[in-house]
């Protein structure tokens, strides 16, 4: 069974800092993605990690994937108050059904 | 724009009654659709995964009769929650895959969510 697993669980950082989310899975799989939701709403797609080494990069959020240490990486740059949300990764292990991992809620805080 | 449309939005309703869910792909074929659940504060938890045409498959520990699914067509999925109590509280949200999907490296595309309080 294909376990996913996300650190920290809660992150609450300034503004202006620097911090990076760890998404670990379990089994093999070249496929990752990154979401955002926030409160009351449902998700919204951040980044698609289709291959070994890939990395992808929108604004202050850069993300990353390792299928050989089965890691992915999500880094906030400089972070802004709008970054507040709850971060989930995901990992698609066959018939595009995905795993979710627990989410990483991030509070930027002035 | 959205491409798969989920209604309603928010249900409040009594204890003991049905309440139905749609999901709709606007501009492509959903030739699978999964229904998810969220309780406050947690993740996503995948309820059951339908194709059209075919039964259900429902993940372990999910009441298919308690939660009925329905993909009659490559545009629809429907959510029934019957007879519902107040643990069935919680935000549901469909997602849709197929053929010639926009964005096609997603492997889903999420609706908005339905909100579900039973008192």
């Known amino acids: 069974e294909l376990k996913v697993e996300q650190n920290p669980l809660f992150l609450s950082m300034q503004e202006g800092k620097n911090y990076t989310i760890y998404c670990n899975y379990s089994?093999?799989?070249?496929?990752l993605y990154w979401y955002r939701q926030d409160p009351g709403k449902s998700l919204e797609s951040l980044f698609v990690?289709?291959?070994?080494?890939a990395v992808k990069q929108e604004g202050r959020l850069m993300a990353s994937l390792d299928t050989k240490a089965r890691l992915s990486t999500l880094h906030i740059t400089a972070a802004v108050h709008d970054l507040s949300a709850t971060y989930f990764c995901?990992?698609?292990?066959?018939?595009?059904?995905?795993?979710f991992g627990k989410g990483t809620k991030l509070t930027v805080n002035p | 724009g959205a491409v798969v449309s989920q209604h309603p939005s928010w249900v409040i309703c009594k204890s003991g009654t049905s309440v139905k869910i749609e999901c709709r792909s606007l501009?492509?074929?959903?030739?699978?659709m999964f229904w998810y659940r969220q309780f406050p504060k947690q993740s996503l938890m995948l309820m059951a995964t339908?194709?059209?045409?075919?039964?259900?498959?429902?993940e372990q520990g999910v009441e298919k009769d308690k939660f009925l699914i329905n993909h009659a067509s490559l545009t629809l999925s429907t959510l029934t929650v019957t007879s519902a109590h107040p643990e069935d509280s919680s935000f549901y949200i469909c997602?849709?895959?197929?053929?010639?999907?926009?964005?096609?490296?997603?492997?889903?595309?999420f609706g908005d969510g339905t909100r579900l309080s039973i008192l």
């Open positions: 997602s849709a895959s197929g053929r010639a999907r926009p964005r096609s490296n997603q492997p889903q595309h």
């Open positions: 089994t093999t799989s070249d496929r």
């Open positions: 990690l289709l291959s070994n080494g």
């Open positions: 995901a990992v698609d292990i066959t018939s595009e059904k995905l795993v």
């Open positions: 501009d492509f074929q959903a030739t699978t």
């Open positions: 339908s194709n059209e045409g075919s039964k259900a498959t429902y």
